[in-house]
Structure formats: C-alpha cells, structure tokens
C-alpha cells in the first residue's frame, strides 16, 4: 500500500470511529475514561483493521439514533461497555 491510500486510509477510518461514538452518544464518555490514551489508540487499530469501511459508512448514514454498532464492529465491545458504564451513572 502507497503512503498515499495508508494516509486516506487512516483519515477516513478514523472519521468514522469519531461518526460512530457520536451517532452512539459515547463521544463524551470515551474522552471522560482514565487512561483514555492507550484505550483510543487499541480502539483506534481495531477500526483501521476492519475492512467493512463502505458497510460501516452506510449504517451511520442510515441510523438515527442506534442502541448499538453494527455486529462486525471491532469495537462494538468497547462501545457496548461505555454504553453501560453510562447507565449506570445516569
């Protein structure tokens, strides 16, 4: 792969991990996590890895407001998690 297609992939990857926390409603509670570093940069190579770009693309375009992420999300765990932590504390 050339730098510049890694680049764009990197770019449109990481546009829609950030498309995904905020159509979840998670935006805020992933920036709240301690160490909230390492956990974005695992949850940032499990995206990049996932080779379901167009079908993640389409699902965000389609979903108002989602109860979850799709089932091949490689970080539906994470956001499945989050999701709890924040009923809890509401």
């Known amino acids: 792969m050339n730098l510049k297609r890694f680049l764009s992939r990197i770019d449109r990857h990481a546009g829609l991990f950030e498309r995904m926390t905020v159509k979840l409603g998670l935006r ?6 301690n160490n909230v570093g390492p956990i974005y940069r695992r949850a940032a190579m499990r995206c990049l890895s996932c080779e379901k770009a167009d079908e993640c693309q389409a699902w ?3 979903r108002n407001e989602p109860a979850n992420a799709p089932e091949y999300c490689r970080n539906r765990g994470l956001f499945s998690r989050l999701k709890a932590t924040h009923a809890l504390h509401h």
């Not at 805020?28 to 996590?33: A, D, G, I, P």
């Open 60 to 62: 965000l375009e389609t």
């Open 28 to 33: 805020k509670e992933l920036s709240e996590l």
